[in-house]
């Protein structure tokens, strides 16, 4: 019998369904799960390396990388379940934060949108235009809703007052792009 077997302290099933569960039930290495594979618990510094049988020193190892780690030291230690937690759980809530601020620059640009339509169509902008609308949606993207806003008032004054919807959005869109471009209208 080696003398790594005769020191080892047997591992209980207690505390290895505890590091099962705390590893969910997966493979810290490779990521695989039962039932598609049989868990071990592994040592993560070797019982031949001084390891001890602490729950801290064990994690959940499939196998084929238990067998293929045999009894070398890890340089990096597994991320613990609750280190994994912490980290997923700070993802998810900046994920969150960040989704709100895209969330808030949709909207202000909608604003913007409908401001800009106001101008142009006074109190008729249930005829907006799905397009018109995507329209403006890129022109605010690529210029000040200021600026934008400030070529539908010239739009306004620059048409006569009966032209149609179809010729005020043209007329405000070219004027946009123009300026966007560079270009001297």
Known sequence: MSISK?????????????????DGFTCVYCGRKTPDVVLEIDHIVPVSKGGNSAIENLS?????CNRGKSDKSLTVIPESLKARAERIKESERQLSEYSKIVQ????????????????LYG????????????????????????????FAVATIKSLP????PNSKFKYFAKCCWNHIKGVQS
């Not at 005769?6 to 705390?22: A, C, D, G, I, T």
């Not at 909207?107 to 409908?114: A, H, K, Q, V």
């Open 123 to 150: 109190s008729d902008c249930d005829s907006v235009r799905k397009s018109y609308l995507n329209g403006v949606r890129r022109i605010i993207q690529k210029m000040q809703p200021a600026d934008a806003l400030m």
């Open 161 to 164: 007052w009966h032209s149609t």
């Open 104 to 119: 808030n620059q949709v909207d202000r640009i909608e604003e913007d949108c409908w401001s800009i339509f106001h101008v």
């Open 60 to 64: 959940t190892a499939c196998m084929d």
């Open 6 to 22: 005769q020191l080892r302290e047997p591992v209980s099933k207690r505390l290895r369904f505890n590091v099962f569960k705390r």
